[in-house]
């Protein structure tokens, strides 16, 4: 089979569309979620797995096994593939690549992918022995009803889940025998497929008769009296409902996530099955019967541990409601918030964010900025759910310590893999062709490491500017917009900033890359007081409404693109930046973020000297000259002066004025005191001889050039 369809959801249960197995694995593999999985995983490593599986819950949803109409229930069904999706979890980070590669190489795989939560695989597989092809050919027998159905794929769940274990030596998840079992999309560069399996895998033409749909009854309240079991609890599990099937089945995989139904725990596992089961609202005899055909034949005594935890959470649901309506009102506020929201706040652009915890399309957005009409929204849920309070002590609690810090930079850096070898760093300054490329490899490799550097640290700082010249045209503020991951697209800043501006200064914290474009309009006396913030550690200021300033630190790097080749003009060196000539770019290789910023703070953890020191500063300069404006009066010293040679006895000792007074005359240079200084700094970068005379002025050696025509 070329592709085989694959069913999508809103949510969990109401079917929008299809897509096919081959394009969700390559969504997989080219990171179409990585952003959400990337902060799935940094939750579970902060032991924050509540939260963690609530933001998993954003992820698409999907069934590969059975194809619906319109809800993810056996009326529904269009269609069986005969693929079995099994789940592995609780693995062990060592144990992961290891189970990889048996996995990969086992023929009756499919596929396998990472699973959101980096600690386990999702398998899909297609069993090829004997005994699975004469299952297959059951199914290819014209009809199939819904039952004999279910009995096949239970039997090919079956003999997939112990080759699996005998296989991997773990044990495979049993809630995943379900027809409709399905699969969170999720991010893993190595994500498999086996493409000459898949091309043996048929269609099965069998037409399958779904079961008749029935009108839901209501939910029954449990009640306290202990009444003795009818004679339907012996009924068969044939007699619930589907929607009683599907609530108990998700039941018995969120009890599974804590506890195991083992020798020794039946009991507890069959009283915390009882709880949830009746805080989902099934009755509880319909759920002694599902219980009995799930695990009566490994423990007969199913009966007594649920009908225990009907009994007790029946009286004390009631005493935990009125509880729950004396707590006080902050604690009840603060309960309904981390209930329904993600609220934190965002230390570099200082700001308060949130996230509803609902599968609503606002949801999928991620975490964006607190807005007035957000807290509205927050007070009015509040006063829905029977909490009531005054908004300002709603703002009060959520501007508070309450809201979890939150740094972006971070938050990025430190959940990436380490980094394998590779340089990717290298590979990326290669999609730019410079006249000097050894320069160019070094001077971006220690830019994007310095960029590293200040983000992470309050102290370090990025003092170097790299300046990309090239014709108008060549894509430069393209190329330069690649280089942040998607994460980071809102700390970006494009324009040259005015230090006077208190808005502008402020950009010095919030962003991590200013991008001045168009830098040749840089005046002179701007230049000067660029050159000072570029080495500013943080920036001072004080908020509206505030009444003390603050001190935010500085994270930004700079990058500038120019038309022209003479950008700078400081005669007394330009040792801050790094001029390079582009003759080409490469917009076709794609930019892999995850592995320039891994190597970038490895080198930075390595010791990586990243600033230019010594002897690498004299050179820095030297290659700077080629990108210098010239001012006229340097230029003209040249025309009518020298430095002496050992040889020369025509040398004079003149003091910068006399000088300056013949390059009026002959260059028509103007004389004040800003040409003389630019004169002084030319004679001494130079290294003319000087001297002091008896008026205490200072001399400077020079020959004439004219007397010498």
């Known amino acids: 089979m070329e592709n085989i369809p694959v069913t999508t959801y809103r949510g969990f249960s109401a079917v929008s569309g299809e897509t096919t197995f081959t394009q969700d694995m390559a969504d997989i593999r080219n990171g179409k979620h990585a952003k959400l999985i990337i902060k799935i995983a940094s939750l579970v490593a902060q032991g924050k797995v509540e939260e963690a599986n609530h933001v998993k819950k954003q992820l698409p949803f999907r069934t590969l096994t059975a194809n619906y109409r319109e809800r993810r229930l056996a009326p529904s069904i269009t269609r069986y593939n005969p693929v079995i999706t099994l789940d592995i979890d609780d693995l062990e980070e060592r144990q992961l690549e290891q189970t990889r590669t048996l996995?990969?190489?086992?023929?009756?795989?499919?596929?396998?992918?990472?699973?959101?939560?980096?600690?386990?695989?999702?398998?899909?597989?297609?069993?090829?022995?004997?005994?699975?092809?004469?299952?297959?050919?059951?199914?290819?027998?014209?009809?199939?009803?819904?039952?004999?159905?279910?009995?096949?794929?239970?039997?090919?769940?079956?003999?997939?889940?112990?080759?699996?274990?005998?296989?991997?030596?773990?044990?495979?998840?049993?809630?995943?025998?379900d027809i409709s079992r399905g699969y969170f999309m999720s991010f893993d560069p190595h994500a498999y497929i086996n493409a000459a399996l898949l091309e043996q895998i048929s269609p099965l033409p069998a037409r399958i008769i779904p079961p008749a749909k029935k009108e839901n009854s209501p939910k029954k309240t449990p009640v306290e009296t202990v009444h003795p079991l009818p004679a339907s609890v012996a009924a068969t599990p044939q007699d619930a409902k589907p929607w009683e099937k599907l609530i108990f089945s998700q039941a018995v995989t969120a009890v599974k996530r804590t506890t195991r139904?083992?020798?020794?725990?039946?009991?507890?596992?069959?009283?915390?099955?009882g709880n949830k089961c009746y805080s989902k609202g099934l009755d509880e005899q319909t759920a002694i019967r599902l219980a009995k055909n799930e695990f009566g034949q490994e423990y007969p005594d199913v009966e007594s541990p649920l009908h225990n935890a009907y009994i007790y959470t029946d009286k004390t649901s009631e005493a935990a409601t009125k509880k729950e309506e004396k707590k006080p009102v902050i604690n009840q506020v603060m309960s309904f918030l981390e209930e329904h929201y993600g609220i934190r706040r965002n230390l570099i652009l200082d700001r308060l964010e949130f996230m509803p915890y609902t599968p609503s399309a606002d949801a999928g957005k991620g975490y964006r900025p607190m807005r007035g009409k957000?807290?509205?929204?927050?007070?009015?849920?509040?006063?829905?759910?029977?909490?009531?309070?005054?908004?300002?002590?709603?703002?009060?609690?959520?501007?508070?310590?309450?809201?979890?810090?939150?740094?972006?930079?971070?938050?990025?850096?430190?959940?990436?893999?380490?980094?394998?070898?590779?340089?990717?760093?290298?590979?990326?300054?290669?999609?730019?062709?410079?006249?000097?490329?050894?320069?160019?490899?070094?001077?971006?490799?220690?830019w994007i490491v310095g960029l590293v550097a200040c983000a992470l640290s309050d102290e370090d700082m990025n003092q170097l500017v790299i300046i990309l010249y090239s014709e108008q045209g060549k894509g430069k503020s393209s190329w330069i917009r690649r280089l942040l991951p998607p994460e980071w697209k809102e700390y970006f800043y494009n324009g040259i900033i005015d230090p006077s501006n208190k808005d502008d200064a402020r950009l010095l914290a919030t962003r991590i890359i200013i991008n001045m474009e168009e830098f040749e309009g840089v005046k002179p006396g701007e230049l000067a007081a660029l050159k000072r913030i570029i080495a500013q550690d943080n920036v001072t200021q004080r908020k509206a409404y505030d009444i003390e300033a603050f001190t935010l630190p500085r994270h930004c790097s700079f990058i500038a693109s120019t038309n022209n080749r003479q950008c700078l003009q400081d005669i007394g060196g330009n040792r801050r930046f790094l001029p390079i000539t582009i003759t080409g770019i490469d917009y076709h290789t794609p930019v892999n973020h995850p592995g320039i910023y891994a190597q970038a703070l490895a080198l930075l953890k390595g010791g990586f000297r990243y600033w230019y020191e010594g002897e690498e500063i004299e050179q820095l300069n030297k290659h700077n000259e080629r990108?210098?404006?010239?001012?006229?009066?340097?230029?003209?010293?040249?025309?009518?002066?020298?430095?002496?040679?050992?040889?020369?006895?025509?040398?004079?000792?003149?003091?910068?004025?006399?000088?300056?007074?013949?390059?009026?005359?002959f260059g028509k240079v103007q004389v004040n005191p800003h040409t003389q200084l630019v004169l002084v700094q030319a004679l001494e970068k130079y290294g003319f001889g000087t001297r002091t005379n008896e008026q205490e002025t200072t001399e400077y050696e020079v020959v004439d050039i004219q007397l010498y025509q």
């Not at 279910?150 to 769940?157: D, F, G, P, R, S």
């Not at 139904?261 to 099955?273: K, P």
């Not at 508070?400 to 430190?414: G, I, Q």
């Open 627 to 665: 990108h210098r404006m010239k001012d006229p009066v340097e230029e003209n010293l040249f025309v009518f002066f020298r430095k002496p040679l050992p040889e020369d006895l025509q040398t004079k000792w003149l003091p910068a004025s006399v000088i300056l007074t013949k390059l009026s005359i």
């Open 261 to 273: 139904f083992r020798a020794g725990n039946r009991d507890n596992f069959l009283f915390a099955l």
């Open 374 to 446: 957000d807290y509205n929204t927050m007070f009015v849920d509040l006063q829905m759910a029977g909490i009531s309070c005054y908004q300002n002590f709603l703002r009060a609690v959520i501007d508070s310590n309450y809201a979890k810090e939150f740094n972006p930079y971070t938050d990025y850096l430190y959940a990436l893999p380490p980094w394998d070898g590779t340089d990717y760093i290298a590979r990326l300054a290669d999609t730019l062709t410079t006249e000097n490329r050894e320069l160019w490899q070094k001077g971006f490799k220690r």
């Open 103 to 177: 996995i990969n190489e086992d023929p009756h795989t499919l596929g396998s992918f990472l699973s959101p939560k980096r600690h386990g695989y999702k398998l899909f597989v297609f069993m090829q022995t004997e005994y699975a092809r004469r299952l297959y050919d059951r199914l290819r027998q014209g009809e199939v009803t819904y039952a004999t159905l279910e009995e096949i794929h239970l039997k090919l769940y079956s003999a997939a889940k112990e080759h699996y274990e005998a296989l991997l030596g773990v044990e495979v998840d049993g809630s995943g025998k």
